[in-house]
């Protein structure tokens, strides 16, 4: 009898289990072979806004977006700007711009592609009170504040293929920009529901989604081929699915497992390995990132004098950053020799005072010698940095080679996480040197400078100053001749290289690999794959 | 038997409350602006922040936030993430999957642990049983990371047994690893728990005397000895769906699986308030039903145990 019951509660259990299990089972669907319309797979992050090209400014949703819209223009392996929607972009002066596109494209609803669509985008990429996260992209168009919602009244509709743009000032880099997602266009329906469209794309880029709700959050993304599609970026495969992984050893397990094609974040703990796991299928190069650390100039010693820039030079000198790089990133970190990045055009690694960023203790010591002599220091040097993130390491070797060079206390400051740090930074109650980068939105110089060390520009965190360099920038920008505003830009470089508002520390490489199943893994200026070129087997 | 459980369902409810209040102080005492990491290392226009700011009601003082989440649950709504998605639907796509990963795990280690404990226990100093005692040692001294990451080069990697990470949709089969790797953490713990209850349980007059009477030892033992040696595994099984449900953190992160742990984490990562605490909520409710569901069974598997009113 009470053998039956006790039989009776375990069946039970066992029945409701084998239901809750199978309940919501669902077999995974294989992904079809053959060679064009193979299906490639590439690691993604869950995109952390909804998928509105104005609002998407991080990598996860970046990559979707870049393949689900066409812009003006793309940027090819090489970073150059090629035309995509645009016939011609032209200018006189670098601040009245002329744009006609192609005509009869559509998007993937059968909206037109043309002016209007584009002038409606950035009218509402750029609106305050539709809070886009990249909103400042159209900072420098006519019209545009960051105060009041204002329209910008730079852009005119000339005829449903020509549009013009006018700038507040000069910029010679502006047509550079128009790859950038922030000045993708959007169709008709996208502003009746904008909510729903962030969650349901519809784009006129190489790829669409493969379904309204292909974007299973926190799982993955599906991605076909857009027959409509007609630019450059022609996809030489079937589709791209983005599986979403919260770690980047979770990724790297699949690649080595089979499961995934194309890896653009090989993990820490592999940086040991995995050249010789994958053999010539891993990628090691330069990409547009770069690491730093600022010194604000209110901290005592520090201030933008004599023996400020004593200082800030010594340190500079006292890290010794081949071996960093070598040791604690295993050469997945390429030591710094300017402000930018060498996948940019016009980078230069022999700019007149570089060799502030060379390792020479001998002149580190002098230096620092120098500046007690003006006014003597006690305390410690620290660099805050963010524990949440992987910086420890390399913080502390910094701050020994500081240390044993210069024979000062310098440590790490960590912050538990991101959030705390950047409030810290934003709210300028920091009050140590603190860890900064900077990935470019777009490849050109100008962009690793002016919003970083420009006189009260957007991410001047310093709150660095110089009228000279100022003076550079702007000339830079005023041209219309691209190898003219490098110079500028350079020039203008140098004074940093005297100045030192920050302490360039090294570009970040593109780790990446692919599996035996694909070829033609290429990497772009961004360090994104070029999922488009990728074939598959 | 119907007011016992009316009470401690009505006991529930402050402690719904108490809960869900602290989890919100915590997210809320986070230092740091989470709408700022949102920028990432660019600084973002004071008037745009402070229109966000204004959106997820983080201008507001921590108790209104409090009380506007709470209104809105009670209005059946939890909020939004900032990537747009409604935390309700969140949370119907998470747990399916952690429970079902739970399951999995609790039913491998229940169903390992007490049979292994079982016969370790009878036949206590011999060589399965010392060997079950060094083996469930050593699964106790290893962390669980170094369990999965182990178990994912072994099987997933080496021998392709299993697939690396778990696909889209978290099918049974990508399930058996994972699983397996999350009963090993407490697996070990049921083992020698039985072991110990068995051997206890043996020396007791009842087994002696259905010896005496002349039951077969296929009588005795599932009847007289396993059933009075479940009650301490049953406790501790119970309490321990709940770490497996936190504690899937670490597999959920690891095999990539599309549940609570992992979805949890990256909420935290970006001070989500709405997410977190509806998480927690939901979890503590879970957490609640299983331990109720667990006293009533105590009756079942011992008699002498009975909640009259």
Redesign the interface.
């Given at each position: 009898m009470?053998?039956r019951?006790?039989g009776i509660?375990v069946i039970a259990l066992a029945a409701a289990?084998a239901l809750?299990?199978?309940?919501?089972?669902?077999?995974?669907s294989d992904t079809p072979t053959g060679s064009s319309s193979a299906v490639i797979t590439a690691n993604g992050s869950?995109?952390?806004?909804?998928l509105i090209p104005t609002n998407t400014?991080?990598t996860g949703g970046g990559r979707i977006v870049d393949s689900i819209f066409a812009g003006l223009e793309y940027y090819d392996a090489t970073g150059a700007p090629q035309l995509d929607v645009a016939e011609s972009i032209d200018t006189t002066d670098s601040k009245t711009f002329t744009i006609k596109i192609k005509p009869d494209l559509t998007f993937t609803n059968g909206d037109p592609v043309d002016a209007q669509s584009f002038v409606d985008a950035w009218q509402f990429g750029a609106l305050?009170?539709n809070?886009?996260?990249n909103?400042?992209f159209f900072e420098d168009i006519e019209g545009f504040s960051?105060?009041e919602d204002s329209p910008l009244t730079g852009l005119t509709v000339v005829d449903p293929t020509t549009f013009t743009v006018t700038l507040k000032e000069p910029r010679a880099d502006f047509p550079l920009r128009l790859g950038y997602s922030a000045f993708y266009p959007l169709p008709k329906s996208a502003f009746a529901d904008m909510?729903a469209f962030?969650?349901s794309p519809i784009g006129n880029g190489p790829y669409k989604l493969a379904s309204a709700d292909a974007w299973?959050?926190?799982?993955?993304i599906d991605l076909v081929v857009n027959d409509e599609y007609k630019g450059g970026r022609k996809p030489a495969n079937g589709g791209v699915t983005f599986?979403f992984?919260?770690?980047q050893?979770?990724?790297y397990?699949?690649l080595?497992?089979?499961?995934l094609d194309v890896l653009d974040a090989v993990p820490d703990s592999a940086f040991g390995t995995y050249e010789s796991d994958l053999g010539d299928r891993a990628v090691n190069q330069p990409s547009a990132v770069f690491q730093s650390f600022t010194i604000p100039e209110r901290l005592a010693h520090f201030g933008n004098d004599e023996e400020g820039k004593l200082r800030r030079a010594a340190i500079s000198m006292a890290i010794n950053r081949d071996e960093i790089t070598d040791v604690i990133f295993q050469g997945t970190r390429t030591p710094a020799s300017d402000f930018t990045s060498p996948v940019i055009e016009g980078w230069s690694d022999s700019l007149e005072g570089a060799d502030v960023l060379k390792f020479n203790a001998d002149e580190a010591k002098k230096l620092w010698a120098q500046a007690d002599a003006i006014s003597p220091w006690s305390g410690t040097f620290q660099i805050a940095y963010n524990s949440?993130g992987g910086h420890q390491g390399w913080v502390d070797a910094v701050s020994n080679s500081i240390k044993n060079t210069l024979g000062i206390d310098a440590s790490g400051a960590p912050?538990?996480?991101?959030?705390?740090?950047?409030?810290?930074?934003?709210d300028r109650t920091i009050q140590t040197a603190f860890r900064?980068?900077?990935?470019a939105d777009y490849p050109g110089l100008f962009n690793f400078l002016g919003?970083l060390y420009a006189t009260n520009a957007?991410?001047n965190?310093g709150d660095y100053s110089n009228p000279d360099f100022d003076a550079l920038l702007q000339a830079g920008s005023s041209t219309t001749d691209t190898a003219e505003a490098n110079d500028d830009f350079q020039k203008a470089q140098e004074i940093l290289l005297k100045d030192l508002p920050a302490i360039p520390l090294w570009y970040s490489n593109v780790t990446g690999g692919s599996s035996e199943a694909v070829a033609d893994v290429q990497f772009g200026w961004n360090s994104v794959p070029l999922y488009y070129a990728v074939t598959k087997s | 038997m119907a007011g016992y459980i009316f009470r401690r369902i009505l006991q529930a409810i402050p402690v719904l409350l108490g809960t869900t209040f602290l989890i919100y102080f915590m997210v809320f005492a986070m230092p740091g602006d989470p709408l700022l990491a949102l920028f990432g290392d660019k600084t973002p226009n004071p008037a745009l922040l402070e229109r966000l700011r204004q959106e997820y009601h983080l201008d507001q003082p921590f108790i209104v936030q409090y009380f506007l989440y709470l209104g809105g649950i009670l209005r059946g709504d939890f909020g939004t993430s900032f990537s747009g998605e409604p935390v309700s639907e969140i949370l119907a796509r998470t747990f399916p999957v952690t429970i079902r990963l739970a399951i999995m795990a609790l039913f491998i280690e229940f169903v390992g642990g007490v049979l292994i404990g079982l016969v370790s226990g009878l036949r206590k100093g011999k060589l399965f049983d010392a060997s079950a005692l060094v083996i469930s040692l050593i699964f106790i001294s290893l962390p669980i990371f170094v369990i999965a990451f182990v178990g994912q080069f072994i099987f997933g990697i080496q021998l392709g047994w299993a697939r690396t990470t778990v696909s889209s949709g978290a099918p049974i089969q990508d399930l058996i690893l994972p699983a397996f790797v999350l009963a090993s953490i407490t697996f070990a713990q049921i083992v020698r728990l039985t072991r110990a209850s068995v051997i206890e349980t043996q020396t007791l007059d009842f087994v002696r005397t259905a010896y005496g009477k002349g039951l077969t030892r296929r009588r005795i033992i599932p009847v007289h000895i396993l059933r009075n040696s479940l009650i301490p595994v049953v406790t501790y099984a119970a309490t321990d769906f709940g770490v497996l449900l936190v504690g899937a953190t670490v597999t959920e992160g690891i095999f990539n699986v599309p549940g609570v742990g992992r979805t949890l984490y990256q909420a935290i990562i970006r001070g989500e308030g709405p997410t977190v605490v509806s998480f927690v909520t939901v979890m503590v409710l879970i957490y609640l039903v299983v331990n109720l569901v667990v006293d009533l069974l105590y009756g079942l598997l011992d008699p002498r145990i009975r909640y009259v009113k």
């Open positions: 009470k053998i019951r006790l509660g289990s809750a299990l199978s309940g919501c089972a669902s077999g995974s869950e995109p952390q806004n909804p400014n991080e305050l009170s809070e886009q996260l909103s400042y960051y105060d909510d962030g969650q299973q959050h926190n799982e993955k599986v992984y919260a770690s050893d979770a990724a397990a699949d080595l497992g089979g499961n949440d912050y538990p996480t991101f959030a705390e740090q950047r409030t810290a930074i934003t900064t980068g900077w990935q919003p957007s991410s965190d | -």
